[in-house]
C-alpha cells in the first residue's frame, strides 16, 4: 500500500489551486487509485488560521490529493476516502496528533457522513483536545490577520490616492447583448 513513483508533478493554476500534470498511482489495500493528468486539487483544505500548524501542502500533498479525488470522483464511499486519507498519513509518518487531527477534521468536513458511533467517538475524543488547544493561538492569529488587513485596506487606499495621472481616465465600455 504506498504510491507509485515519487512526488507529484503539477502546475499552478492560481492561488488556491493547482492541477496534477502527471498520473498519480495509489495501491491501497484492495484497489489501485490512478488520480489522472488535468485533475484539480487544492492541496489540504486547511483554514488560513490554521496554517501555521497545518501547511497546505507538506509530507502529506500526494495523500491530500488523493482524498481531493476520491471525494469528487467518489470512487468510494466519504468514510472510506476519509479513511485512506488517514492510512496515508500514517505511510508518510505524519506525526500521531497531526494524522489525526487531519483525518478529524476532514471527518467533520464530510459532516461524518457514513460514520459509525466508533467513528464519532473518536473524532468526539480527538476533535475536543484539539478545539481547547487550538482556541487561543486560533484566535490571535485571526485577530492578527484582520488587523493586518485593515493595514492593506489603508495603504491601497492611499496607493489609489497617489496614482493621480494627467491622462483622462478610461471611458466605460457599453457593452450589449
Same mark, same amino acid.
Given at each position: 500500500?504506498?504510491?507509485?513513483?515519487? *512526488?507529484?508533478?503539477?502546475? @499552478?493554476?492560481?492561488?488556491?489551486?493547482?492541477?496534477?500534470?502527471?498520473?498519480?498511482?495509489?495501491?491501497?489495500?484492495? @484497489?489501485?487509485?490512478?488520480?489522472?493528468?488535468?485533475?484539480?486539487?487544492?492541496?489540504?483544505?486547511?483554514?488560513?488560521?490554521?496554517?501555521?500548524?497545518?501547511?497546505?501542502? *507538506?509530507?502529506?500533498?500526494?495523500?491530500?490529493?488523493?482524498?481531493?479525488?476520491?471525494?469528487?470522483?467518489?470512487?468510494?464511499?466519504?468514510?472510506?476516502?476519509?479513511?485512506?486519507?488517514?492510512?496515508?498519513?500514517? @505511510?508518510?509518518?505524519?506525526?500521531?496528533? $497531526?494524522?489525526?487531527?487531519?483525518?478529524?477534521?476532514?471527518?467533520?468536513?464530510?459532516?461524518?457522513? *457514513?460514520?459509525?458511533? *466508533?467513528?464519532?467517538?473518536?473524532?468526539?475524543?480527538?476533535?475536543?483536545?484539539?478545539?481547547?488547544?487550538?482556541?487561543?493561538?486560533?484566535?490571535?492569529?485571526?485577530?492578527?490577520?484582520?488587523?493586518?488587513?485593515?493595514?492593506?485596506?489603508?495603504?491601497?487606499?492611499?496607493?489609489?490616492?497617489?496614482? $493621480?495621472?494627467?491622462?483622462?481616465?478610461?471611458?466605460?465600455?457599453?457593452?450589449?447583448?
Amino acid at each position: 500500500m504506498a504510491f507509485v513513483g515519487s *512526488g507529484p508533478v503539477v502546475e @499552478e493554476l492560481d492561488a488556491q489551486f493547482w492541477r496534477v500534470v502527471e498520473p498519480l498511482v495509489y495501491h491501497g489495500a484492495a @484497489e489501485e487509485f490512478v488520480i489522472p493528468a488535468g485533475f484539480r486539487t487544492d492541496f489540504a483544505s486547511v483554514p488560513r488560521a490554521l496554517v501555521w500548524l497545518v501547511p497546505r501542502y *507538506g509530507i502529506y500533498t500526494r495523500a491530500a490529493i488523493l482524498h481531493d479525488y476520491l471525494r469528487s470522483s467518489h470512487a468510494v464511499s466519504t468514510a472510506d476516502a476519509d479513511g485512506i486519507f488517514r492510512r496515508c498519513l500514517r @505511510e508518510f509518518r505524519v506525526s500521531i496528533p $497531526r494524522r489525526y487531527m487531519m483525518w478529524a477534521a476532514v471527518r467533520l468536513g464530510s459532516q461524518l457522513r *457514513g460514520a459509525n458511533l *466508533g467513528d464519532i467517538a473518536l473524532v468526539v475524543l480527538i476533535a475536543t483536545p484539539s478545539l481547547v488547544f487550538l482556541a487561543i493561538p486560533v484566535t490571535v492569529v485571526t485577530v492578527f490577520l484582520l488587523l493586518f488587513w485593515l493595514v492593506e485596506l489603508v495603504f491601497w487606499g492611499f496607493g489609489r490616492l497617489a496614482r $493621480r495621472t494627467a491622462a483622462p481616465p478610461p471611458k466605460p465600455q457599453m457593452k450589449t447583448a
